[in-house]
């Protein structure tokens, strides 16, 4: 055998050597292997970043290889490694890495962390070219629609609207700053026109990844009136053809959430789970920790749905629990109050509790009369997203226990759109029961 090679009979014999030696003379085994691999196998980058990450080396080499498994690897969370593994080895923050860690880190679940690394790159980016890079590249699917970090979105939104004058014409890089300022101020119905040209562009240019971006963004923005469950199915369904054709992972676990949702709303339960089912097993195949989070929701709704109270309470308790720490403040905050309110009634409302945006269309349910006339008449229109029927409905058990003849005539007009839909189950969340049920009440 050549001088300076070993060969072991046994792993745990190689493994109880390689302990022993000091870390120091480990890392230049593993330079010296990541020097010789780049010359014999160039192309096995996750070989490649396995080497230069235990050796740590700050060298070009390396940031390539490390940059290039992180985008080839399966795995979001094997991608925070190597990205903050490529951040380290180039001794900067370099946008594109920065961009990338990013990215991964919000596939991986930790959306927080997500943002704060946007921020960083942000504030790094020059020109507008390197401003529309950043601004673009963080084409994360968004199925909820109550926005995580209002602060940092507006951010983002006025960033993108200052760049898009650099960019008059049908480029991709534009259609990415419209379809990040649809995502970014979604649940408003302000955005569809941003939206829709850029789905327009991304057909025009053939681009797949980029036409599932826009109709993310388009999808936020089909809220504005109630019972449009069918319109969002069809986007759902394309996307999850056009995912799939062109493996774009993520988006097609977005389509089948999405037709989770509008089926759940049509109480076509039967084919929504065959969606739960598919997303489950691509989450499971990708290392998609998030996608459990809606699942498991969901399956709480059907409980509720089929009237099994006390195990919908409980299942409600534990998927609310699973979305604290995501970063998902927009789910965090009311969410599972509202839950219960849909299994117990008003007569279990604290409102000492943190109902957050909800509060308001839930105090005319239990203050006295005359207090619960003037909050509701005072009720704004609320946002255009997920949970316009659900505050209809409240609207409705308002004005049927407030006799009130204004706000009977404004929840009647607010729901018959959605006659034929159960009330909330649009969320894939939970469910108020049918819509009809609510008419016929007014």
Known sequence: MAPGHARFTHALVRDTVYEDVSLTRRARWHA??????????????????????LAGTRSAAAVRALAAAAEATRSPRDA?????????????????????LATALAV??????ARAQRSVALR???????????????????IWTTNDDPTHSAGLVSAAERTLAAFPGPTSTRARLLATIAMEERGTCNRLAEATEAEAIARDLGDPALLAFALNGRFMHTFHRTGLAPERAAIGRELVALASE?????????????LVQAHAALAEFETADQHVA?????AQRHDLPLVGVFTDWYAALKLAAAGRVAEADRAYRAAAARVRGTGMWGMERGLLLLALLSLHGPSTVDLSDDWGPHLDWVRPLVLPHDEALAAARALPPGPA???????????????????????R?????????ARAELAGAGTGLFTFGPVSRYLDEL
Not at 278 to 282: E, H, K, T, Y
């Open 409 to 417: 005539e404004r929840a009647r007009s607010l729901l018959l759109p």
């Open 385 to 407: 997203d997920l949970l316009a029927e659900v505050r209809a409905c409240l609207l409705a058990m308002a004005a049927t226990r407030l006799r009130d003849q204004e706000l």
């Open 32 to 53: 010296t292997v990541a020097s010789a691999l780049e010359s014999l196998r160039p192309d096995d980058v996750q070989l490649l970043a396995h080497h230069y990450v």
């Open 278 to 282: 598919a997303a489950d097993d691509l």
């Open 80 to 100: 925070v490694r190597l990205w903050r593994a490529a951040i380290a080895a180039s001794g900067s923050t370099r946008l594109d890495l920065v961009t990338g």
């Open 246 to 258: 062109h493996h774009l992972v993520t988006h097609e676990v977005l389509g089948h959430l999405i």
């Open 124 to 142: 790094t980016a020059g020109d507008a070219q390197e401003m529309a890079t950043v601004i673009g590249s963080f084409d994360v699917p968004g």
């Open 108 to 113: 991986s679940g930790d959306l927080a962390e």
